[in-house]
């Protein structure tokens, strides 16, 4: 029951003939929380790349869920270190934006609209943004918007969700908060996450697995299973 598989993963850009990240070998268990630390400019987000098929491997070979990746994967749903809302659009309505992509015909959209709106509003209930469906982005502080940005990252019920330096931004407070919301979740729903931060004492708390880079050319220097009990045990 492996979900993430890389193989002796090598990635360069262009004909550099320069790894960006080296000799990747990695995989995770089905609903496996994991971390990668490293500087920055380690390849981290090229890892990132490579997992959702951004990026094919100039050596190596990468599968999710038993399958070789061959191109961009829509499994995924992912939250960056800035909250990307659309400022046209309420809280409410950036968070369905992935189902109105996901979904074909406008038409089966309207027609589930319902549905989905309870799913966007459960969501925005548990990570404290009852209230705030209505809104706009501009209305909201940075770390409400992030809040929506994971609301809208799951959901379309992604099997694997990556967060690219997500809390980076946030007050302490704010982001001490998020974490618990994440595990929560996580725990709950069992999805994978590829977690990358520069931030040991988050990996600590979030992560199963914690992955540590090196810096370029990226490799996986250390692998160390989380040995705090949390609670998706
Ligand atoms: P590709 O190399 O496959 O075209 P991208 O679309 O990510 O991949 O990048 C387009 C081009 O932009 C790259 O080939 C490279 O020349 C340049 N580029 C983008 N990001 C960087 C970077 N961080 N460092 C150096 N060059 C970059
Ligand atoms: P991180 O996410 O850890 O900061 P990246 O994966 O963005 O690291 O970058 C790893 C290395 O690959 C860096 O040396 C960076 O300059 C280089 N790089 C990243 N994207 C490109 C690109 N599109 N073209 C050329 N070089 C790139």
Redesign the pocket.
């Known amino acids: 029951d492996t979900f993430v598989d890389f193989k002796n993963v090598f990635l360069a ?2 004909d ?1 003939g320069d790894f ?2 080296e000799d990747i070998t990695l995989s995770t268990r089905q609903g496996e929380f994991i971390a990668i630390v ?12 490579l997992a959702t098929g951004l990026k094919a491997p100039t050596r190596g070979s990468v599968s999710i869920d038993g399958a070789p990746v061959t191109g961009p994967l829509k499994i995924v749903g992912m939250a960056f270190q800035a909250p990307t809302l659309l400022p046209w659009r309420t809280t409410l309505d950036n968070v369905l934006l992935p189902l109105e992509i996901v979904e074909p015909h406008r038409s089966r959209f309207r027609s589930h609209r319902a549905e989905y709106e309870a799913q966007a509003l459960k969501l925005l209930k548990a990570v404290g943004l009852d209230g705030y469906a209505h809104q706009f982005p501009w209305q909201l502080s940075g770390g409400m918007q992030q809040r929506a940005s994971i609301c809208r990252a799951l959901i379309h019920e992604p099997k694997m969700l990556l967060l ?1 330096e997500p809390f980076g931004a946030l007050d302490a407070f704010t982001r001490e908060e998020l974490w618990c919301i994440l595990r929560d979740l996580q725990a709950a729903q069992r999805f994978n996450v590829i977690l ?1 931060t520069h931030d040991l004492r988050e990996a600590a708390f979030l992560a199963d697995t914690i992955y540590v ?1 090196s810096r ?1 050319p ?1 490799r996986i220097v250390a692998c160390k299973t989380n040995p705090l009990p949390g609670p998706r045990e």
């Open positions: 850009y262009g550099s960006a990240v490293g500087p920055s400019g380690c390849g981290k987000s090229t890892f990132m790349k690219d990358v880079m370029r990226g």
